[in-house]
C-alpha cells in the first residue's frame, strides 16, 4: 500500500491519542479530539493535581503526577499535616487499584442463584431503576454497611437513609472500637486524640503497632522519627510491651514479652509502683481514686499472671514517672481481648497520674474543624452489625446495601453473619471489586475509583484537617460516583427526600457544602478564588491547632481477666493476628506490589505462613516451612511454619489479609484467611470483635510447603508458590 508521509503521521496520531485516552474502547468520537490535543496537555510533561488519599482511613494528603491522561505517580503532599509529604506503600499502590484488571466495568445483575457468582452487564438507567424500585417496595427495610466516610458523602448517606426510614451502619474492622470506647470513659470524648509522641520522652506502649497499621501510621511513624532524632540533645526512649515482637516492638529499646491478655494488670502494676513511690503529678483529691483502682490487686499478683518479673515492673514504673514527657499509649494486641477497653482505660490512667493531658509529649486534644459540613461517620460495634441478623431474621429488614465493605471476608463464619446475606430479600453492592460480599449481591453499581472522583474527607482528631479530592483522570470504565447515585434516587424517589438533597450531581453537593465553609474560614474572599486554592492545596486546615481542655472520668474499678475459647489442655497455644504493611485485614490483597511486599520479619511475599517459636518447634518435631495444621474450637488451616524467635513459646502468630475466595486474579486462592479460626467473641464494653480471644492447636501434616521468600540481598526470591525459582522485576 501507498501510504503518504502526510496520511501516515494522521494515523500516527490517532493512535498515540487513543493510547492516551484511559478506559478507551476504540470508539472514533473519543480518538478525534487528541488529534488536535487539548491545549492544557503538552506531551512529555507532568501535571501534579493534589487529592486525598482513601486508601486507609487516615486520610494522607497525595499529589498525583498525570502525562498525557494517564496517572503514572502518587506522593505525598508535603502541605498536609497528617503526613507531611510522606505516603505509605498503600497509597503509593493506589495506582494499581485505579488501573487494576479486575475491577467492576460496569452494572451488573445477578443471573442463577445467590452465590454462584453469575452476572450479566445492564445498562445504568435499568440498574437504578431496579434499585429505586426496590427501596420503594421495601419502605423502611434499607440498611446500609458502608465504610467510614467522614466527609460530605457521609452527610449524603446520612441523610438519604434518615428519610427512607433506613439504618446506617459505618463498620471499621480495624478493631479500633476498644479504642474510641476507652477515651470516650477516661475523657468524654468521642474521638482520637493528638499522641504527641514527636515531643515525648519515653513512649510506653501496650501493644500499639503505631509504625505499621495503628490510626495514622504516616503521621505517628514521622512523630517517632522526630522523638527519636528531632532533637539534638534528647533521644526518646521506647519500650513496647506485647506477647509477639511486632514491626513496632523490633524498632524499640526494650521489648517485654507479657502473657496475652494481662496488658491490663501490667498497667495495673506499673500505676500501683508510681503511686506508692510518691512519683505522681495528681491535682489535689485525685489520689484516692488511684488508691482504690491500685489496691485492687497485688504487685505480685500481677508479676505471676502477666509472666514479667516483679523488677521489671518496678523498672519500667521508675523509668515512666522519672522522664520529662512520658507518653502511654495502647492499641493492637492490648486492645484485641475481651478486656480490651478496660485494659486501655488502665493506659489512660497511667498518663493521668504522670499529668501528661494536655501537656507537649502527652495525650493532647485539638480543637477539630468546627462548621465542617460532615455528618458524623463513627463506626458502629462489630457486636451492633452482628445484631443485624434479628433483624432481617425477624423481616425487621429486607434490603442490604454495601459499600466499600466487606464483612464476609473480615467477620469469622462463627459470628453466623452469613445469614445477613441468606434472609435479606436483595442486596445492591457500590464496590468497584467482585469482592467475597459484593459477589452475593443481586445487584453491583461500580462507584468511580476515588481518584476518578471528587470527595472530601475529614482526618479529625490528632490532626483536624478537610482533605479535598478531584478527579485527576478521566474514569476508565462505566462506571458511576456513588454520589451521583443515591442524588439520582433521590431525585426519582421525589417527596421530602427530594427536597433535603436538591443537587443534581455529588460535586455541586460538594461545592455548596464548601462555600458555606469557606465564607466563615476566608471572609470576603470570592468562593471561585477560594475553591481553586484549595483544590491546589489539597484542602483546609488551620495553620496553628488550639487545644481544647477534656474532663477527667472515672477510672476502671478493675481490670476483669481475658477470656479465651478453648480449653488449654486441647489448645494449648493463644492465637495472635496481625495486620500486614500492604494488605491490612485483606483491601490491598489485589494489588500486586502490596503484595511482593515482604514481611519485615520473615520477608515471606505472595501467600500466608505460621510463626512458630523455635523451641515450640523442636518440642513438636516440626522442621521450617513444614505445613501444619492450625486448628481451634471454630476452624482450621494449613500453612508452612517459619520459625520465628520472637514470639513466645505458648504463641502462634499469623498474618491477615489473604485467603480471599473472590477479589480478583491477585488476591483469590492465596494463602488462607485465619480470621475462621476465631471465636465469636466480643469486648464486654465496646462490642468489638476480640480477635486475641482464641486458643488453639497446631498438627504436622508431613507435608512441606513452598512459601516464597524474598533474598536477604531484595534481588530476588528463594522459591516460587510452584517450586520454580524467578526474579524480581
Known amino acids: 500500500m501507498d501510504l503518504k508521509r502526510r496520511d501516515f503521521l494522521k494515523v500516527l496520531g490517532v493512535t498515540a491519542a487513543g493510547s492516551l485516552l484511559p478506559g478507551c474502547a476504540g470508539e472514533t468520537k473519543k480518538l478525534i479530539p487528541y488529534v488536535i490535543p487539548d491545549e492544557e496537555i503538552i506531551p512529555g510533561v507532568a501535571d501534579w493535581y493534589a487529592s486525598v488519599c482513601r486508601e486507609c482511613d487516615a486520610g494522607c494528603g497525595i499529589l498525583v503526577r498525570v502525562m498525557e491522561g494517564r496517572a503514572k505517580k502518587v506522593e505525598g503532599n508535603p ?172 524498632s524499640a529499646d526494650r521489648w517485654v514479652p507479657l502473657r496475652p491478655g494481662t496488658e491490663g494488670l501490667l498497667a495495673l502494676g506499673i500505676g500501683q509502683v508510681i503511686l506508692k513511690e510518691g512519683r505522681v503529678r495528681l491535682a489535689q483529691g485525685d489520689r484516692s481514686r488511684f488508691e482504690k483502682l491500685y489496691g485492687t490487686v497485688s504487685l505480685d499478683q500481677i508479676a505471676a499472671k502477666t509472666e514479667v518479673p516483679r523488677e521489671e515492673i518496678i523498672r519500667l514504673a521508675r523509668e515512666f514517672s522519672e522522664a520529662a514527657a512520658p507518653l502511654a499509649i495502647g492499641g493492637g494486641t492490648a486492645s484485641s481481648q475481651t478486656n480490651g477497653t478496660n485494659t486501655l482505660m488502665a493506659v489512660n490512667a497511667l498518663n493521668l497520674l504522670v499529668g501528661n493531658l494536655g501537656e507537649s509529649g502527652g495525650i493532647r486534644f485539638i480543637e477539630p474543624l468546627q462548621g465542617f459540613p460532615a455528618a458524623a461517620a463513627t463506626p458502629v460495634s462489630d457486636q451492633a452489625l452482628l445484631n443485624l441478623k434479628d433483624s432481617f431474621k425477624n423481616k425487621k429488614r429486607s434490603l442490604l446495601m454495601l459499600y466499600q465493605s466487606n464483612p464476609l471476608y473480615t467477620l469469622p463464619p462463627s ?101 458555606t465553609f469557606l465564607a466563615r474560614e476566608v471572609p470576603g474572599q470570592p468562593f471561585e478564588i477560594a475553591w481553586i486554592e484549595r483544590l491546589q492545596q489539597g484542602g483546609w486546615w488551620k495553620p496553628e491547632q488550639r487545644l481544647i481542655s477534656v474532663s477527667r472520668r472515672p477510672l476502671p474499678e478493675s481490670i476483669e481477666s481475658a477470656q479465651f475459647e478453648g480449653d488449654e489442655k486441647q489448645f494449648p497455644f493463644y492465637l495472635t493476628l496481625f495486620e500486614s504493611m500492604g494488605l491490612q485485614r485483606g483491601e490491598g490483597a489485589n494489588r500486586p506490589w502490596l503484595q511482593e511486599l515482604p514481611d519485615p520479619a520473615t520477608t515471606v511475599v505472595w501467600g500466608s505462613w505460621v510463626e512458630i517459636n523455635p523451641r515450640t518447634a523442636r518440642q513438636y518435631g516440626i522442621q521450617e516451612r513444614e505445613i501444619v495444621r492450625v486448628i481451634s474450637p471454630y476452624g482450621e ?58 486458643r488453639v492447636r497446631i498438627e504436622r501434616t508431613g507435608r512441606r510447603g513452598k512459601p516464597v521468600l524474598v533474598d536477604q540481598t531484595g534481588e530476588g526470591t528463594r522459591r516460587s508458590p510452584e517450586g520454580r525459582r524467578r526474579s524480581e522485576t
Open 637 to 694: 488451616v494449613e500453612a508452612p511454619v517459619i520459625f520465628f524467635p520472637g514470639n513466645r513459646p505458648d504463641l502462634i502468630s499469623m498474618p491477615l489479609g489473604q485467603g480471599h475466595t473472590a477479589y480478583g486474579r491477585y488476591a483469590k486462592g492465596r494463602g488462607v484467611n485465619p480470621v475462621i479460626l476465631l471465636a465469636p467473641l466480643v469486648d464486654r464494653d465496646s462490642g468489638t470483635l476480640a480477635m486475641g480471644a482464641t
Open 79 to 250: 502541605a498536609h499535616p497528617v503526613n507531611r509529604g510522606k505516603l505509605c506503600a498503600k497509597g503509593q499502590a493506589s495506582l494499581q487499584g485505579l488501573y487494576n484488571p479486575d475491577r467492576i466495568q460496569e452494572p451488573l445483575q445477578r443471573e442463577g442463584a445467590r452465590g454462584e457468582g453469575r452476572f450479566r452487564p445492564i445498562s445504568w438507567e435499568d440498574g437504578i431503576s431496579r434499585w429505586v424500585s426496590t427501596l420503594e417496595k421495601y419502605p423502611g427495610g434499607a440498611v446500609m454497611i458502608s465504610r467510614p466516610v467522614p466527609g460530605t458523602l457521609s452527610r449524603l448517606f446520612s441523610t438519604f437513609m434518615k428519610e427512607i426510614s433506613g439504618r446506617l451502619l459505618f463498620y471499621d474492622p480495624s478493631g479500633e472500637g476498644t479504642l474510641q470506647a476507652a477515651n470516650r470513659r477516661s475523657f468524654g470524648v468521642d474521638r482520637f486524640p493528638e499522641y504527641d509522641i514527636a515531643n515525648a520522652t519515653y513512649l510506653l506502649s501496650f501493644g500499639t503497632p503505631f509504625l505499621s497499621d495503628w490510626l495514622s501510621p504516616v503521621h505517628y511513624g514521622l512523630a517517632y522519627g522526630e522523638m527519636r532524632q528531632g532533637r539534638p540533645a534528647v533521644r526518646g526512649r521506647f519500650v513496647q510491651i506485647e506477647p509477639r515482637l511486632s514491626m513496632t516492638a523490633a
Open 415 to 515: 459470628t453466623h453473619f452469613g445469614e445477613v446475606f441468606d434472609q435479606a430479600a436483595f442486596t445492591v453492592s457500590f464496590s468497584s471489586f467482585m469482592d467475597e460480599s459484593t459477589a452475593m449481591a443481586d445487584l453491583i453499581l461500580p462507584d468511580h475509583f476515588f481518584l476518578e472522583a471528587w470527595g472530601d474527607f475529614l482526618s479529625d482528631g490528632g490532626t483536624p484537617a478537610a482533605g479535598l479530592g478531584q478527579p485527576v483522570v478521566i474514569p476508565r470504565n462505566n462506571t458511576r460516583p456513588v454520589g451521583d447515585l443515591f442524588l439520582s434516587a433521590a431525585k426519582r424517589i421525589g417527596g421530602n427526600i427530594e427536597k433535603q438533597l436538591p443537587w443534581t450531581d455529588f460535586r455541586t453537593m460538594l461545592e455548596d457544602q464548601w462555600k
